[in-house]
């Protein structure tokens, strides 16, 4: 226990000592690199490929943010595994939804989904005027 | 009971060993202002606070995740409608609010570095600097929110967007956009909240190299409001 604390303290020293506010710059650099490359891409029509490209950079934005403003690349064990458990229920979340949406007939999606009908309500209140709502 | 959890703790303890055997532990326990009775020392302490922040931020995820799983949901079943819909945003404002959230992320992670170094004078001009960004992205957001609500985007009975009418799901991209950018501001709200307490006692001189902890887990509060736009802000506004 002791020589873990006395390593982790080594460990940090060493990062702060030498690159600590550097490499939070650098870190700086390359979100907004990415934030500019994501705003350029996503307003040209890659097709089906707009959305995936999109995530992927959020991911590799958000995973920096994480591993480095956050410290999670340094941290220890236990904080890890706490965070990497709420990512996995996430998963669990939109694997569970989605398996049950992307497998439905569509007689069980809203009948307007995907401009088949009207949607809007003929008042214009934007009420639903079909019962599936 | 102070007395008594105290006693307990020592008489779990093997005299001498476990701890490497420096003495000093009983030292800083008697003279840290900053430690709580019930822990050992200094160091346990701060990993238990991390260990407590990060338990909350992985229920915050979880938090937003129920609302990205609704676009999710509902952008698949309207995704022509909710390609139109993000169009409708103003990306320009959009983009300088993604750029003021990073720089502001930069200036509190550059602001608890700061601290760590003994530099407090700097630390809090970086922590008026996120601040400020908290507030300018306020700022921006509110104007963003005025010109939907004078476009008749306002979800529900109010909703009559003339550009989108008869638009199947054009209701419910709103729906999720006001839902899922307010749960957002809000906690830029309480995030602000947290810098300024934060600032304030850094002025005040209660932190120093040995104890910032506080510095550290509002700097982490922050990471996470940029962390939640990270994912919003192409969603929303970009596909």
Redesign the interface.
């Given at each position: 226990m002791a020589e873990n604390k006395k390593h982790i303290e080594e460990h940090g020293d060493g990062h702060e000592g030498g690159h600590g506010a550097g490499r939070y710059i650098l870190i700086w650099a390359a979100l907004l690199v990415f934030t500019i490359t994501t705003v350029v891409t996503g307003r040209m029509d890659l097709g089906s490929a707009n959305l995936p490209l999109a995530m992927v950079i959020a991911t590799i934005k958000a995973t920096l943010v994480v591993l480095f403003f956050m410290h999670m690349w340094e941290a220890e064990g236990i904080l890890k595994l706490v965070f990497s458990v709420s990512l996995v229920f996430v998963a669990v979340l939109l694997l569970g939804v989605f398996g049950d949406i992307l497998t439905r007939s569509t007689a069980a999606l809203p009948s307007a989904a995907n401009g088949t009908a009207i949607y809007m309500g003929a008042d214009g209140t934007g009420h639903p005027s079909s019962p599936e709502h | 009971m102070s007395s008594s959890s105290a006693g307990a703790a020592a008489a779990g303890k093997p005299p001498g060993g476990?701890?490497?055997g420096h003495g000093d532990s009983d030292e800083r326990h008697s003279h840290n202002p900053h430690l709580a009775h019930h822990f050992d020392d200094i160091?346990t302490q701060n990993?238990a606070s991390?260990?407590g922040m990060?338990?909350f931020?992985?229920?915050e995820?979880?938090l937003f995740?129920?609302l990205f799983?609704g676009y999710?949901?509902y952008r698949?079943?309207?995704?022509?409608?909710f390609r139109f819909a993000s169009h409708t945003l103003n990306?320009t404002l959009g983009?300088i609010n993604?750029?003021v959230l990073?720089?502001s992320?930069?200036t509190v992670?550059?602001a608890h570095?700061a601290v760590?170094?003994g530099k407090n004078r700097l630390a809090l001009g970086l922590l008026g600097f996120t601040i400020l960004c908290a507030l300018a992205f306020l700022v921006i957001k509110g104007f963003e929110y005025n010109h939907k609500f004078e476009e008749g985007a306002l979800?529900?009975?109010w909703?009559?967007f003339e550009e989108m009418?008869?638009?199947?799901?054009?209701?419910m991209f709103f729906t999720v956009y006001f839902l899922a950018t307010g749960l957002h501001a809000f906690h830029v709200i309480v995030g602000m909240a947290i810098l300024i307490w934060v600032a304030k006692r850094l002025a005040r001189g209660d932190f120093s190299t040995d104890y910032n902890l506080p510095v550290e887990l509002g700097?982490?509060y922050w990471?996470l409001v940029?962390?939640v736009w990270?994912?919003l802000?192409?969603?929303l506004?970009?596909?």
């Open positions: - | 476990g701890h490497g160091e990993h991390r260990l990060w338990l931020l992985g229920t995820v979880l995740a129920g799983l999710s949901v698949h079943l309207y995704h022509e409608t990306l983009t993604t750029v990073i720089s992320s930069l992670a550059l570095h760590t170094k979800p529900g009975k909703f009559h009418a008869g638009m199947p799901g054009a209701n700097g982490l990471h940029d962390l990270i994912f802000f192409p969603l506004y970009l596909i």
